[in-house]
């Protein structure tokens, strides 16, 4: 069992940055590929990057590719999401996933992960 926290959400004009936390505690983070999902009011869930055990690998959604980053510092348990020059169309609740499949790359279905966090609010206003 892993519990998952994230942090980070708020509200920040097209253009912006953020940078989103997502702490784990439990079993040792390093058994666990990352991933961040998100899902906007009245849509389903969309994957958007996801990190291997060790960071040797990472993937992203076409929407967010080069202008998001996936990390992972292991000895702090914990995964970063980097969202630079942020759109409206980014506004959702984003959370964290972990999957304890070894896949490379690591996987962008929801379904393989198996433990999620409770999810924080991004608004990009226009």
């Known amino acids: 069992q892993v519990q998952l926290v994230e942090s980070g959400g708020g509200l920040v004009q097209a253009g912006g940055s953020l940078r989103l936390s997502c702490a784990a505690s439990g079993r040792t983070f390093s058994n666990y590929a990352m991933g961040w999902f998100r899902q906007a009011p009245g849509k389903e869930r969309e994957f958007v990057a996801a990190?291997?055990?060790?960071?040797?690998?990472?993937t992203y959604a076409g929407s967010v590719k080069g202008r998001f980053t996936i990390s992972r510092d292991n000895a702090k348990s914990t995964v970063y999401l980097q969202m630079n020059s942020l759109k409206p169309e980014d506004t959702a609740v984003y959370y964290c996933?972990?999957?304890?499949?070894?896949?490379?790359?690591?996987?962008?279905?929801?379904?393989?992960?198996?433990?999620w966090g409770q999810g924080t609010q991004v608004t990009v206003s226009s």
């Open positions: 990190v291997t055990r060790y960071g040797g690998t990472t």
């Open positions: 996933a972990a999957d304890t499949h070894i896949s490379i790359p690591p996987a962008s279905d929801g379904k393989n992960y198996e433990y």
